[in-house]
């Protein structure tokens, strides 16, 4: 970039609404070191007025040497933060595997008195299954369809796409309580062993390029080792406490 280090920006700040994206902007702006100079729509009609005088859709609009930049993600993508170009991330498992072994280790260090212990790893795997579960759930017909590209039991029989994250919920719930194995082992073993051959195959073996299902029906995440991780955790659960049987 060249010039001084300031820019304008025009955002919509109203009794009823604060742009949020209007305030993104300006923070982004000023940690990339610019002084702003802050333009407020106050009103409905001048948000209209401002559209029409500069022949843009929306607001925020950032201006830096004169020259339109566009709204919030225009701008972070000026400032080289558009994030990866082919949509795919690891963030959402990656954060999700972080906060579930912190509360694996937790519980473990309030009832075993120490952080790591066999309950530790049992408590995380288990409660990684319930949070995979969950984000399944909340949508579960858009789980069910991104898991209709790859898995080869919901391809046979479309049902087991819906009854999938329950099965994994409820074996997780039963694995954290330590009651009725007989119920959540052959659940972790089935689900976890019908998932990985699926995944070997649409990854390993066809070299198919697709997004995992198993943090939600909008999941970025690509389908491979990280879908794989998943299932192998729940087939290692499931022996693990058939051998503790």
Same mark, same amino acid.
């Given at each position: 970039?060249?010039?001084?280090?300031?820019?304008?920006?025009?955002?919509?700040?109203?009794?009823?609404?604060?742009?949020?994206?209007?305030?993104?902007?300006?923070?982004?702006?000023?940690?990339? %070191?610019?002084?702003?100079?802050?333009?407020?729509?106050?009103?409905?009609?001048?948000?209209?007025?401002?559209?029409?005088?500069?022949? *843009?859709?929306?607001?925020?609009?950032?201006?830096?040497?004169?020259?339109?930049?566009?709204?919030?993600?225009?701008?972070?993508?000026?400032?080289?933060?558009?994030?990866?170009?082919?949509?795919?991330?690891?963030?959402? *498992?990656?954060?999700?595997?972080?906060?579930?072994?912190?509360?694996?280790?937790?519980?473990?260090? *309030?009832?075993?008195?120490?952080?790591?212990?066999?309950?530790?790893?049992?408590?995380?795997?288990?409660?990684?299954?319930?949070?995979?579960?969950?984000?399944?759930?909340?949508?579960?017909? @858009?789980?069910?369809?991104?898991?209709?590209?790859?898995?080869?039991?919901?391809?046979?029989?479309?049902?087991? %796409?819906?009854?999938?994250?329950?099965?994994?919920?409820?074996? %997780?719930?039963?694995?954290?309580?330590? *009651?009725?194995?007989?119920?959540?082992?052959?659940?972790?073993?089935?689900? %976890?062993?019908?998932?990985?051959?699926?995944?070997?195959?649409?990854?390993?073996?066809?070299?198919?390029?697709?997004?995992?299902?198993?943090?939600?029906?909008?999941?970025?995440?690509?389908?491979?080792?990280? @879908?794989?991780?998943?299932?192998?955790?729940?087939?290692?659960?499931?022996?693990?406490?058939?051998?503790?049987?």
């Amino acid at each position: 970039m060249s010039g001084k280090n300031s820019a304008k920006l025009y955002r919509m700040v109203m009794d009823d609404h604060i742009c949020p994206f209007g305030l993104k902007s300006k923070y982004l702006l000023e940690r990339q %070191g610019f002084q702003v100079e802050d333009h407020l729509l106050e009103s409905r009609e001048e948000v209209e007025s401002f559209k029409s005088a500069h022949d *843009v859709e929306t607001t925020p609009q950032t201006f830096i040497n004169g020259t339109r930049v566009g709204g919030y993600e225009d701008l972070r993508q000026y400032f080289g933060q558009n994030g990866n170009s082919d949509g795919k991330t690891y963030r959402p *498992v990656v954060t999700l595997f972080g906060m579930t072994l912190l509360m694996a280790l937790g519980a473990a260090a *309030v009832v075993e008195g120490v952080w790591f212990s066999l309950r530790t790893f049992e408590w995380f795997i288990a409660f990684s299954m319930c949070a995979l579960s969950y984000l399944k759930i909340r949508d579960v017909e @858009s789980f069910s369809t991104m898991f209709l590209n790859y898995d080869l039991l919901a391809r046979r029989w479309v049902p087991y %796409g819906y009854l999938y994250p329950y099965g994994e919920g409820l074996a %997780g719930l039963l694995m954290i309580a330590g *009651v009725l194995p007989f119920i959540s082992i052959p659940i972790a073993i089935f689900i %976890g062993g019908v998932g990985a051959t699926s995944v070997i195959k649409a990854v390993y073996i066809d070299k198919r390029e697709l997004k995992c299902a198993c943090v939600g029906g909008d999941s970025k995440v690509p389908l491979g080792f990280i @879908s794989l991780t998943e299932n192998i955790m729940m087939i290692v659960m499931g022996v693990w406490l058939l051998i503790r049987l």
